[in-house]
């Protein structure tokens, strides 16, 4: 089951409902601003503390990244287990600053989206900037609603982390507020 | 004396832990139901109504609210006249919450603090039971996510701070944690006793039914004027700003040493997962 994007909650919220395939381009990343609600539809990696070690690991090792990062949105997050016959348990955003100290090394490398929850650091929101990347918030504590924007899910890496592994998902019309823009400006 | 089977705790345990993890409260319902109608931002209606189609969506499809089905805290009050007999109750209650984290396919989130190394069944919950009069027994248990729990805190005032310190610790702590804790918020205050005291009130205030005041005429007016300047902060629903930043303000308290004023603020996000039942 998809997940109907809400258009209006008054008569006054006349905001334009916005539309995104992934992966973003330079120009759809450059022309968003802080405050917008986007829906979007394409892969997405999760990863969240535990896989941001590791990665950074690999990064000082030399070694090639699990996921290819300059295609590659990350969400932090961990989800619930499937029950048997679902795609995907809950899987709502986790806190976005927990991955502040490990993310710069991440950009550096070509990430260009993130989404979690909550505000970044000042050396993450310059750092998006410097990379004309983005950040966008997830809506927290609605896992329920994100599970039914996942159209396919499968293990990438870390699989013995559980909750915490690195997992490729096919997103639809998944709603998130852009938080830090390619500009360096936030909502928060 | 009342004799109570303490496979009994463990059913009643696991029951709670599944109903709580997938099912949204009245009164949680009501309120952001309430907060929904008051809020003037786009964003902030639009969170409220998507927290609302989550809650539907989660009791239909028991599918859990929140992916971080939490820690489990469990409150047992036994009347002394109550004799407990089966298995050790330490040994029930964590039996229950295992059996609900399993069969309920809810994320196991307990780990040790250093290694890292998950416990696999969110094992062990953290009990505390405590010995009231008669020989009635009382059940309480709250799933808390920790995006919340991190954005706590525990300060010792100088009894000189008096209230304005205590309002303004209350403030910036909203303030600091931002749309981390997932508002709009239900705040639990423990005010008085020790550092520990203080914390263990703030937590056990979420328990109070939402729209209830203290009976305390001066902590009622003390909860009314935090609501109000919490929301005054305009963190606004998940930090995007707006009106609605708290749902509801707890606070307890307990006499204190006269060289201190400990004070605790719990935040809870607004997926609040708490239950009390009679056994």
Redesign the interface.
């Known amino acids: 089951?998809n997940y109907n994007p809400?258009k209006e909650?008054?008569q006054d919220?006349k905001?334009e409902v916005i539309r995104l395939n992934l992966p973003l381009t330079d120009r759809q990343r450059s022309s968003l601003q802080a405050?917008q609600?986007v829906y979007l539809t394409g892969t997405l990696y999760t990863a969240r503390d535990?896989a941001h070690l590791r990665m950074l690991q690999e990064i000082r090792e030399g070694k090639e990244l699990p996921i290819p990062l300059s295609e590659a949105g990350i969400y932090y997050?961990?989800?619930?287990?499937?029950?048997p016959g679902?795609l995907v348990?809950?899987?709502?955003p986790?806190?976005s600053?927990r991955m502040d100290k490990m993310t710069v090394p991440l950009l550096e490398k070509g990430l260009k989206l993130m989404i979690g929850?909550?505000?970044r650091s000042p050396e993450v929101v310059k750092a998006i900037a410097e990379q004309k990347a983005l950040y966008l918030?997830a809506?927290?504590?609605?896992?329920?609603?994100y599970?039914?924007c996942i159209t396919a899910m499968e293990p990438v890496a870390y699989e013995d982390l559980?909750?915490e592994a690195v997992y490729r998902i096919e997103v639809k019309d998944f709603?998130a507020?852009v938080s830090v823009d390619s500009s360096g400006n936030t909502?928060? | 004396m009342r004799i109570i089977n303490t496979d009994l705790i463990r059913g009643k345990v696991k029951e709670l832990c599944l109903e709580l993890a997938y099912k949204m409260s009245d009164d949680l319902k009501a309120s952001l139901e309430r907060g929904r109608s008051q809020e003037c931002t786009y964003l902030g209606r639009q969170v409220l109504a998507m927290l609302l189609e989550n809650g539907e969506r989660a009791e239909e499809q028991q599918i859990p609210l929140c992916q971080d089905t939490g820690m489990v805290f469990v409150y047992l009050e036994l009347g002394q006249d109550v004799h407990l007999e089966g298995p050790f109750v330490g040994d029930a209650v964590n039996q229950g919450v295992r059996e609900a984290y399993e069969e309920g396919y809810l994320r196991k989130s307990m780990v040790d603090p250093i290694t890292r190394a998950n416990t696999k069944d969110n094992t062990p919950a953290q009990i505390q039971i405590e010995m009231v009069p008669g020989d009635g027994a009382r059940l309480s248990v709250l799933l808390k996510g920790f995006g919340s729990e991190n954005m706590g805190r525990v300060r010792m005032l100088t009894p000189s701070a008096g209230v304005e310190g205590i309002v303004d610790f209350v403030l910036d702590t909203v303030r600091e944690a931002g749309g981390n804790p997932c508002p709009p918020l239900v705040v639990g205050i423990g005010i008085g006793g020790s550092m520990d005291k203080s914390a263990a009130m703030a937590k056990k205030a979420l328990f109070r039914p939402l729209g209830e005041r203290s009976p305390d005429p001066f902590l009622k007016e003390l909860e009314n004027r935090l609501l109000r300047e919490i929301n005054e902060t305009h963190v606004g629903p998940m930090g995007f700003g707006g009106e609605i930043t708290g749902l509801e303000v707890f606070i307890e308290k307990f006499p204190t040493h006269l060289a201190g004023l400990p004070v605790a603020v719990n935040l809870n996000c607004h997926s609040l997962r708490r239950k009390t039942i009679e056994l």
Request: proline share 7%.
């Open positions: 089951m809400i909650t008054k919220d905001e405050g609600m535990q997050c961990g989800p619930t287990p499937a029950r679902n348990g809950s899987i709502g986790t806190t600053s929850k909550g505000k918030s809506i927290g504590g609605a896992g329920a609603l599970a039914g559980m909750a709603p507020v909502i928060f």
